[in-house]
């Protein structure tokens, strides 16, 4: 029997290679690899921009819509993480922090030397992380829907508002149902899909479960242990207005986090996952927030 959701993942890397991009490991050390669709030929002339996946799918199936639209004009960089798509590491370690800093060695190795970071959910928490370690890497970032670090406060009351006890049980499903309940929870409207789509994404998608739990354990941390940092970079938050996970009131404290470098749009009709929910306007945000960032 024809599995639909491979068929589509061949079809979709066909399409990113027609645009100049393709695969390479990049090894950070013995043991820890990280797999990345990037361009086929690095030119000094385009400004680089890496896009940095979410909890629930890889790199290139998040970022689908984004990479076919601005792999003409940049230089795109799309990693998976630790545990996610191609990239494994036999190291212990599970925090943002670790992420962090093999995302910053392989973009080293692969002659990155500046570049705008756009971070979903997860990798908007990596991101900022990133502009925290790394602020001669990042000059600026993209945070859609996102935190700068899921303390306990914050990530209780989003349990509370998607109705769930634990980020394990939302977010590493078990059955084709509750993979259909990730989605709607995720986003503002999602196409309903045949059961048996549901079944091949849970099949394919959701692999390494003991180290992803082991992320997730490690994500959420005390309101004690986080303090605010001081970003030299500018930080564009871009969200879903419907986003059900991450609200409004989260978007606007980032913002004030961040403070007088941050600005603040919300895209209308749009939930978590509003980048595949409004490529378009997603899109549109995104090139001019692009375009100014290069300016500034």
Request: charged share 20%; proline share 4%; net charge neutral.
């Amino acid at each position: 029997m024809v599995n639909f959701f491979s068929v589509y993942k061949s079809l979709l890397h066909g399409a990113v290679k027609l645009v100049g991009m393709t695969t390479q490991e990049v090894e950070i050390e013995p043991g820890t690899i990280l797999n990345f669709w990037l361009p086929t030929q690095t030119t000094n002339n385009k400004p680089a921009v890496v896009f940095l996946h979410g909890f629930g799918f890889n790199g290139i199936l998040t970022w689908q819509f984004q990479v076919l639209a601005f792999a003409k004009t940049y230089s795109v960089y799309v990693p998976d993480f630790l545990f996610f798509g191609g990239s494994i590491t036999d190291r212990p370690e599970r925090t943002v922090e670790f992420q962090s800093e093999c995302m910053g060695k392989a973009l080293r190795k692969l002659g990155v030397e500046r570049c705008t970071l756009v971070g979903l959910s997860y990798g908007g928490t990596v991101a900022l992380k990133m502009a925290e370690m790394y602020p001669d890497l990042v000059e600026s970032v993209v945070v859609t829907c996102s935190v700068m670090a899921l303390t306990d406060s914050v990530s209780n009351a989003a349990l509370h508002r998607v109705g769930f006890s634990s980020w394990v049980d939302y977010l590493l499903p078990e059955t084709a149902e509750r993979v259909k309940t990730l989605l709607d929870v995720a986003s503002y409207s999602f196409p309903r899909l045949p059961e048996f789509i549901y079944k091949e994404i849970l099949e394919k998608m959701f692999n390494h479960r003991k180290e992803r739990t082991e992320l997730l354990k490690a994500l959420v941390i005390s309101d004690q242990q986080f303090t605010i940092p001081r970003y030299q970079q500018r930080v564009y938050i871009l969200w879903g207005e419907n986003d059900f996970i991450f609200d409004m009131e989260t978007a606007w404290n980032l913002k004030e986090q961040v403070g007088q470098n941050a600005t603040l749009k919300a895209i209308e009709k749009a939930g978590h996952l509003v980048n595949l929910e409004r490529p378009c306007l997603y899109n549109r945000e995104l090139k001019r927030i692009l375009a100014y960032a290069q300016q500034s």
